[in-house]
């Protein structure tokens, strides 16, 4: 069982920035895609950005230029740094792992086996 424990979520004025970090015990990144999701109240989660087993960083369109995921120090560490944020990026943030792809991480939610319990970043 894979226990993923995301953090760092707050609340912010619109503008400004907040970094989230998601512990992922036994990722492998050669092996195992990591992502970011969100889901704001009332819609379906959806991708923002994610880095696959290709080594490649790849963010949603509606984010890029704001949003830059890396990996921590640790291998097992994902960030997401979110800056000039904007009220339309309140949402409950979630890290998912899924270990049967290779190359891109999947765009979609339904392919991921392993989530975190999620962190609330709110911009108001």
């Known amino acids: 069982h894979v226990q993923l424990v995301e953090s760092g979520g707050d609340s912010v004025q619109p503008g400004g920035s907040l970094r989230l970090s998601c512990e992922a015990p036994g990722y492998t990144a050669s092996a195992y895609c990591l992502a970011w999701f969100r889901q704001r109240l009332g819609q379906a989660r959806e991708g923002v950005a994610g880095i696959g087993t290709d080594g490649v960083s790849r963010v949603a369109d509606s984010v890029n230029g704001r949003f830059t995921i890396s990996q921590g120090d640790a291998e097992n560490t994902l960030h997401l740094q979110m800056n000039n944020l904007k009220p339309e990026d309140t949402a409950m943030y979630y890290c998912?792992?899924?270990?049967?792809?290779?190359?891109?991480?999947?765009?979609?939610?339904?392919?991921?086996?392993?989530w975190g319990q999620g962190t609330q970043v709110t911009v108001s």
């Open positions: 998912a792992e899924d270990q049967d792809h290779l190359g891109s991480c999947p765009r979609s939610a339904n392919e991921y086996i392993y």
